[in-house]
């Protein structure tokens, strides 16, 4: 996978999906799931903003594969292929690794977030996969990492909508077979984090219009406006119209 194909995959899946979903429907996911899991990575002197921040290494092939896998998984609703989803959530948990470029987990977080959010069927099913691996991003000491890791624990757990109710049922069905220490750790940052970020997302969702007004909230619709940039820009509408 080069830099140009990765960018023809996310321009084709937000121009013309079907021609990569239903008539490469094998090929499409395991072909995104392939890009993530890309290790052409370079060396640079200067760190353009498509770098990870720590190392300088650049991550485009990568960053950008998970930037499709978040266009792949939206458009999944219409057309769901079960096992492909759960390949490609599955590469993102691992993606969520310690050992993985940071901008590239940011991005993963803020793809496993969208999605809950708009097909929680898809999460609520992987929520093995997923609650481990977003956990151990909570106290990231990298600020992106770590904000974008408590919005996606917020949301598939549903704390905003639902408080602990889908947490504690996730912890009594999962709980048995967690490390002890991971589990005690987890319900801690439950009851001293969680809940008190989910009041205050519910109240300032609340005061944008984000419930029950005028749809998402700002964080939200800019990480919506990111997943389905190509090239982690985001042309608008009308961009190429003349005035």
């Given at each position: 996978?080069?830099?140009?194909?990765?960018?023809?995959?996310n321009?084709?899946l937000?121009e013309?999906?079907?021609?990569?979903?239903e008539?490469?429907?094998q090929?499409?996911?395991a072909?995104?799931?392939?890009?993530?899991?890309?290790?052409?990575?370079?060396?640079?002197?200067?760190?353009?903003?498509?770098c990870d921040?720590d190392?300088?290494?650049?991550?485009?092939?990568?960053?950008?594969a998970?930037?499709?896998?978040?266009?792949?998984?939206?458009l999944?609703?219409?057309?769901?292929?079960?096992?492909a989803?759960?390949?490609?959530?599955?590469?993102?948990?691992?993606?969520?690794?310690p050992?993985?470029?940071?901008d590239?987990?940011?991005?993963a977080?803020?793809?496993?977030?969208?999605?809950?959010r708009?097909?929680?069927?898809?999460?609520?099913?992987?929520?093995?996969l997923?609650?481990?691996?977003?956990?151990?991003?909570?106290?990231?000491p990298?600020i992106?990492?770590?904000?974008?890791?408590e919005?996606?624990?917020?949301?598939?757990?549903?704390?905003?909508?639902?408080?602990?109710?889908?947490?504690?049922?996730?912890?009594?069905n999962?709980g048995?077979g967690?490390?002890?220490?991971?589990?005690?750790?987890?319900q801690?940052?439950?009851?001293?984090?969680?809940?008190?970020?989910?009041?205050?997302?519910?109240?300032?969702?609340?005061?944008?219009?984000?419930?029950?007004?005028?749809?998402?909230?700002?964080?939200?619709?800019?990480?919506?406006?990111?997943?389905?940039s190509?090239?982690k820009?985001?042309?608008?509408?009308?961009?190429?119209?003349e005035?």
């Amino acid at each position: 996978m080069s830099n140009a194909s990765v960018l023809s995959l996310n321009s084709v899946l937000l121009e013309s999906p079907a021609t990569l979903t239903e008539q490469y429907a094998q090929e499409t996911p395991a072909i995104i799931c392939q890009g993530i899991r890309n290790k052409n990575v370079s060396k640079l002197e200067i760190k353009p903003p498509l770098c990870d921040a720590d190392n300088g290494l650049q991550t485009f092939i990568s960053d950008n594969a998970v930037l499709a896998a978040g266009k792949y998984l939206l458009l999944a609703k219409r057309s769901p292929n079960p096992d492909a989803c759960k390949n490609i959530i599955e590469t993102l948990s691992v993606t969520l690794g310690p050992d993985n470029p940071t901008d590239t987990k940011r991005l993963a977080l803020v793809v496993i977030r969208t999605i809950s959010r708009e097909d929680s069927d898809l999460t609520d099913s992987n929520l093995s996969l997923l609650a481990p691996a977003i956990f151990s991003n909570v106290r990231s000491p990298v600020i992106p990492v770590k904000l974008a890791a408590e919005a996606a624990f917020l949301s598939i757990f549903s704390v905003v909508e639902k408080e602990g109710t889908v947490f504690d049922t996730y912890m009594s069905n999962a709980g048995d077979g967690m490390n002890p220490s991971t589990k005690r750790s987890m319900q801690d940052y439950f009851k001293r984090v969680a809940i008190r970020l989910g009041t205050q997302a519910r109240e300032r969702k609340e005061a944008e219009g984000g419930q029950g007004g005028l749809g998402l909230s700002n964080d939200e619709r800019e990480d919506e406006r990111e997943i389905w940039s190509v090239g982690k820009v985001d042309l608008g509408e009308n961009a190429f119209n003349e005035e």
